[in-house]
């Protein structure tokens, strides 16, 4: 494979723990993931070690918070997250010279679940705003993967709230959690992103006949307004689904290291086609090679 995002960079503080012989195709990184999108990522190693065997990829998986603490304390330099680092946030790196590369590689939908015995299979994003405030309304229960999650973050900002309202929602530890919770109680609505229903871990592929995906209603005046939408990948293309998130490689190694090859794999067309596979939407359409016989 050509790796074609080969980033400018500069050998300026490096970390203590930098491996003098790493290139962009070998030695050993650790990288850091937002745990709610551990299976794409996983997948997208899994082919990344098949094909480069002396390149030593650890991932350490943590929901956003604890994620970014560690990021902006200089102990891992590559993260792969769900939004740009803030301009706060930058100043860590660029007070040190260091270009910050940021690459999204995909788009996620974050999916609202419910039981099959659930008669209601659609909710509008009013409702969602409601629960989040704390104001009531047809759900009863919603139910997150972790209160320092990327996901809580997001659905706060959409509801403009700073807290998470006393009764009605609830946060868990992880998104197996939440399809688990979802199983056991067929009144409840739980957010996961997509990619945990269309490739759920071993303890959860049991419970995923048990699971609905629900159509859901955007804003009046906004894309999606006109019906009920479920996150597919042609629904996120044509942006009718509302609960949209970017996936994003930073790397802020200050060089040309491993971090920058395995955002060059992520963003070429092998990594680009793991993605369109696992349900969510690539960056960009891996290309297509029609043969016509005569």
């Not at 930098?18 to 290139?23: G, I, L, M």
């Not at 299976?39 to 970014?68: H, R, T």
């Amino acid at each position: 494979m050509i790796l074609s995002l080969i980033f400018s960079c500069t050998n300026k503080d490096r970390p203590a723990n930098k491996s003098e012989d790493e290139t962009i195709l070998s030695g050993s990184i650790q990288i850091l993931v937002d745990e709610s999108f551990k299976p794409i990522v996983e997948d997208q190693l899994y082919v990344f070690n098949s094909s480069y065997p002396d390149a030593k990829i650890e991932l350490i998986f943590k929901p956003e918070i604890e994620l970014l603490n560690l990021f902006l304390n200089d102990s891992i330099r590559v993260g792969i997250m769900s939004r740009k680092l803030r301009t706060d946030e930058a100043k860590f790196y660029l007070s040190k010279n260091i270009r910050i590369r940021e690459n999204r590689f995909a788009i996620d939908g974050l999916a609202m679940i419910t039981n099959n015995s659930n008669v209601d299979s659609n909710v509008t994003v009013e409702d969602i705003i409601k629960t989040m405030k704390g104001q009531g309304g047809k759900i009863k229960s919603l139910v997150f993967d972790n209160p320092n999650s990327s996901t809580v973050r997001y659905f706060k900002e959409l509801a403009n709230v700073n807290e998470l309202p006393k009764v009605g929602v609830y946060a868990l530890k992880s998104n197996p959690e939440v399809i688990k919770y979802v199983n056991d109680h067929p009144g409840s609505i739980g957010v996961v992103g997509i990619n945990w229903i269309q490739e759920p871990s071993e303890d959860i592929k049991m419970l995923i006949p048990n699971i609905r995906v629900m159509g859901v209603k955007n804003l009046p005046g906004k894309p999606g307004a006109d019906g009920f939408y479920k996150p597919s990948q042609s629904n996120l293309a044509l942006e009718l689904y509302p609960f949209t998130r970017n996936l994003y490689i930073i790397n802020c190694q200050g060089r040309a290291g491993l971090g920058t090859g395995f955002a060059s794999f992520l963003a070429g067309d092998r990594g680009q086609r793991i993605v369109l596979k696992s349900g969510l939407l690539p960056n960009s359409l891996p290309s297509r090679e029609v043969n016509i016989r005569k």
